[in-house]
């Protein structure tokens, strides 16, 4: 039997981690393919033989082909993967989400990219409570966000039973909407913002994406660098941004691509830069221009403030835009006791805007 190198075994327990049912090899191969590592459905089947053996997998039913899913200890074997294994694996994977969006501003329907924090189902109306102020001051990456419940799936991402998985908009959504116009983005790093006055001020805290093995923003709230419910009440303080660059030559587009996403109640940018001019003190590439865009997890965040105990998964699901239910909505909805997971998941968009027509 065939030694599995590091690199394989890691890539294999993240497709399992990141399915929402067992899978077999042939699936496991086609997306391995689409992350550049081609790999047989014989050597596959090989190489879950020994990780069997490892208890970092397990065969779904006793059946020849029912397929794999990842165990605790395999979940494990990830967070302790080599960092060397991991490293640049976030630009990698926002580049990845991006190209995989479907969604389209002309049918405001299609697969967004979706970060995922799971609490405990009796914590629900207090997260609620603590979320909702961060969406009113409009720090977070739109005005929508998804709940499932114990059982349910959100895209590819399963929530683990007595939990609450809450999806909230990926700051990656950004980069796929550009791509869709065929607006390439270069995503720079993740940082620590300070606001005063309801106004970006400084960075204090930056990590490049191409040089860390872990979402900046994931680091940024475990860390308790940021103050985003003090930053919603009284406009100064500090919260998760990502730094993006776009073509100079592509401005006029962008800054109209903007204005419909705003319209729709999904603009997560912050601040547009000037041509070929250094944003906060930050500089670009030749020929292009900073945004600085909100992080999809602000609203999160304030729950570890609150002391919300939670879990993060950034950038961790595609999910379907229709999906969505805008924050006010949902909110009304578990203040009055109506809202239950299983039922609610699925409900379409209730639009708030009198004018909801794109031009």
Not at 99 to 108: D, I, N
Not at 117 to 138: C, K, N, Q, S
Not at 174 to 199: C, H, Q, W, Y
Not at 286 to 313: H, K, M, S, W
Request: hydrophobic fraction near 45%; charged fraction near 25%; glycine fraction near 12%.
């Amino acid at each position: 039997m065939p030694e599995v190198s590091a690199k394989h075994k890691v890539a294999l327990l993240r497709v399992l981690r990141d399915a929402a049912r067992p899978v077999g090899s042939a699936v496991i191969a086609k997306d391995l393919q689409g992350q550049g590592i081609d790999l047989s459905s014989r050597t596959i089947r090989l190489y879950l033989q020994h990780m069997e053996k490892e208890g970092l997998v397990a065969r779904a039913n006793r059946g020849r082909n029912g397929g794999r899913t990842i165990t605790p200890r395999g979940v494990e074997e990830i967070k302790d993967a080599l960092v060397t294994a991991r490293l640049g694996f976030t630009v990698a994977r926002v580049d990845t989400l991006a190209a995989q969006m479907t969604f389209s501003l002309a049918s405001r329907a299609g697969l967004i990219v979706l970060n995922v924090t799971t609490i405990e189902e009796t914590h629900l109306v207090r997260a609620m409570d603590v979320m909702m102020p961060i969406f009113r001051a409009g720090l977070g990456m739109g005005e929508y966000l998804a709940l499932a419940g114990g059982g349910e799936s959100l895209g590819r991402y399963r929530v683990a039973e007595g939990r609450i998985g809450i999806g909230t908009v990926c700051s990656v959504t950004i980069n796929g909407v550009f791509l869709a116009a065929r607006i390439p983005t270069a995503s720079r790093f993740g940082g620590v913002l300070e606001m005063d006055g309801g106004k970006p001020v400084r960075f204090t805290d930056v990590i490049g994406y191409d040089g860390t093995s872990l979402d900046p923003l994931e680091i940024f709230i475990k860390g308790r660098l940021l103050s985003v419910r003090e930053t919603a009440r009284k406009g100064k303080g500090r919260i998760g941004v990502s730094f993006r660059e776009v073509p100079t030559c592509a401005l006029g587009e962008v800054e109209k691509i903007l204005r419909r996403l705003d319209r729709i109640g999904l603009n997560g940018v912050l601040m547009v830069g000037r041509p070929n001019q250094p944003l906060l003190d930050f500089p670009v590439h030749n020929d292009r221009t900073g945004l600085i865009v909100n992080g999809g997890l602000n609203p999160v965040a304030a729950l570890e403030e609150a002391g919300i105990p939670n879990e993060n998964a950034a950038m961790a699901a595609l999910f379907e835009f229709e999906k969505l239910l805008h924050y006010r909505v949902l909110a009304e909805r578990i203040a009055k006791g109506e809202y239950a997971p299983r039922q609610r998941v699925g409900q379409a968009i209730e639009p708030v805007h009198e004018d909801w027509a794109i031009e």
